[in-house]
């Protein structure tokens, strides 16, 4: 899948170098996105943050009506959530037993680079679907902290020592589609629906010697966004 979307990708910039640099039209915007990343069950789908706002700037060539290329950055901020777990559970993939209980902070962070082959459809002189499919190089950085259990609060030196951090690359493919409306000739707005393959964050192991086990599913994001033509 890697393999043949990078294919497409290199076979789209070859046509813009054949093409005449005046039939082509350039964009640049920024999208503001809700992600929804669950995490599978066990791994991770009670312990970490699973809604939170993500940012895109972003930059376009348009061939023609139809179709373009599109590259951006996306990338969150750092975002926590404080929990509580009571066995008998499963916590990252060990089990708590009845009677135990784990007080916890985690965070969560993703940034990534991304391409796509963008299509248009015109439905009007001011309004087209847009659709795009292409691929992604995320980061992801996890933090899990134990701050308490059954016997009250962990003290400062046995918090460092169980705090554990996860870090992963990996390309993953993506999908979106939406709509767009020109306000001007030059300024427009969108609204985009997208799908990425973020299921590849499998079993993933944190950097610090544990057997604690995170996972992801795939995820979805909602974007508006405002894009200036040039």
């Avoid at 439905?123 to 016997?151: A, C, D, F, T, V």
């Avoid at 589609?177 to 629906?193: C, E, F, K, P």
Wanted: net charge positive; proline share 4%.
């Amino acid at each position: 899948m890697k393999k043949l979307l990078l294919s497409a990708l290199l076979s789209s910039m070859i046509t813009t170098a054949q093409c005449d640099e005046h039939s082509i039209n350039h964009y640049i915007g920024v999208d503001v996105k809700l992600r929804y990343m669950p995490f599978t069950k066990n791994f991770g789908s009670h312990v970490f943050r699973q809604n939170y706002p993500e940012g895109n700037f972003f930059f376009g060539l348009k061939f023609n009506d139809y179709i373009g290329i599109e590259v951006g950055y996306s990338s969150t901020t750092q975002h926590k959530k404080n929990g509580l777990i009571i066995g008998p559970s499963t916590l990252l993939g060990l089990p708590l037993f009845a009677g135990e209980t784990e007080i916890f902070t985690t965070s969560v962070q993703t940034n990534n680079v991304n391409a796509s082959i963008m299509g248009f459809i015109p439905l009007s002189n001011n309004l087209q679907l847009l659709g795009g499919i292409g691929i992604s190089r995320m980061h992801l950085k996890l933090s899990y902290q134990p701050i308490g259990n059954e016997n009250g609060q962990l003290s400062p030196n046995e918090v460092q020592m169980r705090t554990r951090d996860f870090s992963k690359n990996k390309y993953i493919a993506q999908t979106k589609v939406g709509i767009q409306y020109m306000l001007t000739d030059n300024i427009s707005i969108r609204a985009l629906i997208g799908w990425e393959n973020t299921q590849k964050f499998k079993l993933l192991s944190p950097k610090q010697p544990s057997a604690l086990k995170t996972s992801l599913k795939n995820s979805s994001t909602y974007s508006v966004g405002l894009v200036w033509h040039f």
